[in-house]
């Protein structure tokens, strides 16, 4: 069964702070892939990347760059010189290349709440 | 702008009424997904479908049902089964291009039901 723990529930940095958000994932699987979303106070969740599991490379995109490591099941995710409209809560997803009945099945981890301080 | 509807924003029912949420897709997407979400909690899934006519349980559908009739259309009803129904829905699509876990799904903008 695939898993995915973002152990920091709730955290809070000041504005132009960098942040680290933390997912460590578990699968049987050697094909999958790995998400990240926002949800911003509205409550929509917004796409930010996916990777799949054969793409090690680090992935910057603007402030946000993401580390994908195999070795140590890890996908986090990095916010530099936070802006308060960072502030959201951040989900990081896996899906298997196959799971049987619960085939396209994301599994999501709980969330982490990241407030940015003005 | 295509995208994904939901509605309404919210919604209240009393105990032992059924309630139907909606959800609408104009991105000619294959799949769609009704998810559940309570505080402080991930997303857990309750039915996806991905093809018209056809749709599969997900985690949790005990006291939901849902119908596809068309592609852009995917219902979920909250059914007085359902023993502990307020929450966040959030429905999901997928292009479900090339297949299996892949796919990117998209998410609209949320129904939070509220039982009185």
């Known amino acids: 069964a695939q898993k995915v723990t973002q152990a920091q529930t709730e955290i809070s940095v000041v504005e132009k702070e960098d942040v680290t958000l933390d997912c460590v994932y578990e699968?049987?699987?050697?094909?999958?892939?790995l998400f990240w979303y926002k949800q911003p106070p509205s409550g929509e969740l917004v796409f930010l990347i996916r990777r799949n599991s054969f793409d090690e490379q680090n992935e910057i995109s603007g402030r946000y760059s993401w580390n994908f490591q195999k070795s140590t099941s890890s996908f986090n995710f990095t916010i530099t010189a936070s802006q308060v409209v960072d502030s959201a809560v951040y989900f990081c997803?896996?899906?298997?290349?196959?799971?049987?009945?619960?085939?396209?099945?994301?599994?999501f981890g709980k969330g982490t709440k990241l407030s940015v301080i003005p | 702008d295509g995208g994904i509807t939901q509605s309404p924003k919210y919604l209240f029912r009393k105990e032992g009424q059924n309630v139907t949420l909606s959800c609408e897709q104009n991105l000619n997407h294959d799949a769609m997904y009704w998810y559940r979400q309570d505080p402080g909690q991930g997303l857990r899934l309750i039915y996806y479908s991905q093809i018209v006519n056809d749709f599969q349980k997900g985690d949790i559908a005990e006291g939901y049902s849902v119908s596809r009739e068309k592609k852009e259309s995917f219902p979920l009803t909250v059914t007085s089964a359902q023993k502990n129904p307020t929450a966040f829905y959030l429905c999901?699509?997928?292009?479900?291009?090339?297949?299996?876990?892949?796919?990117?799904?998209?998410f609209g903008p949320g129904t939070r039901l509220t039982v009185l």
């Open positions: 997803a896996l899906s298997e290349a196959y799971s049987g009945a619960g085939s396209y099945q994301l599994t």
């Open positions: 699968t049987r699987d050697t094909t999958y892939y």
């Open positions: 999901a699509s997928s292009p479900l291009g090339s297949g299996g876990g892949s796919d990117t799904q998209y």
